[in-house]
């Protein structure tokens, strides 16, 4: 079946530092990529998209490839805040407008100054 | 995008009674979702609530513990029923949108905690 596997967190790092959270899916047919953003306190932002092999979505400095070669969908910032302390999410969409999200586990984000 | 709110944004509840939480959207919308965040975990997809037919439920979810209503294409209803601490979780509702109905976006969610 569909799922989506993303690296464990917690995942500290300084201001500035760069950040890559790992996420690969399992899926059959071409899904849509996600990557959702949480934070403290809040609901989930869609912070970045990608529909099709060899897309990136950006977003907020944030972006992210779509490897069909690989199946994954690598969060990249080449220099974190202490604002983008949070919890981000990435999923995969399927059946187009009927189908539904599937999430990955999350990965908690700290930043510190 | 959409503005989504739901309400209410938080409840302690006790265990055996029911709430309904309510979401509302900006706009008119085809199909709202449900989905369930236990504590630390990831979202959980309850229903999908299309207006003018019934709910569809995911494998777990049934009716009679999570009705659902969906009365017009701005506004639709879960009800948690018969709580135990078990439900204790967030209630986030969702609506699809973007050109190729292929994005959704988020309410803030509702904090519900039984004792």
């Known amino acids: 079946g569909n799922s989506v596997t993303q690296m464990e967190g917690p995942v500290t790092l300084s201001e500035e530092a760069f950040l890559t959270i790992n996420c690969t899916y399992t899926?059959?047919?071409?899904?849509?990529l996600f990557w959702y953003v949480q934070y403290p306190g809040e609901g989930l932002q869609l912070l970045l998209k990608?529909?099709?092999?060899?897309d990136k979505g950006s977003n907020k400095g944030f972006e992210a490839t779509y490897r069909k070669e690989t199946t994954s969908f690598h969060l990249e910032k080449g220099s974190v805040q202490v604002s983008d302390s949070a919890v981000y999410f990435c999923a995969l969409m399927w059946g187009g407008s009927q189908g539904n999200l599937i999430f990955g586990k999350g990965t908690k984000l700290s930043v510190k100054p | 995008s959409a503005v989504i709110s739901q309400k209410p944004s938080r409840d302690i509840c006790q265990r055996g009674t029911s709430l309904t939480i309510q979401c509302q959207v900006d706009s008119q919308v085809t199909m709202m979702f449900w989905y369930r965040q236990q504590p630390g975990q990831s979202l959980t997809l309850i229903a999908t609530a299309n207006q003018g037919s019934e709910a569809t439920y995911e494998s777990g979810f049934v009716i009679d513990k999570f009705p659902i209503s969906r009365p017009n294409l701005t506004f639709s209803t879960l009800t948690v029923s018969n709580m135990s601490p078990e439900d204790s979780s967030i209630y986030l509702c969702?609506?699809?949108?973007?050109?190729?109905?292929?994005?959704?976006?988020f309410g803030p969610g509702t904090r519900l905690t039984v004792t």
């Open positions: 899926a059959t047919g071409y899904p849509s």
């Open positions: 990608a529909t099709k092999a060899d």
């Open positions: 969702s609506v699809e949108l973007g050109v190729r109905g292929n994005e959704q976006y």
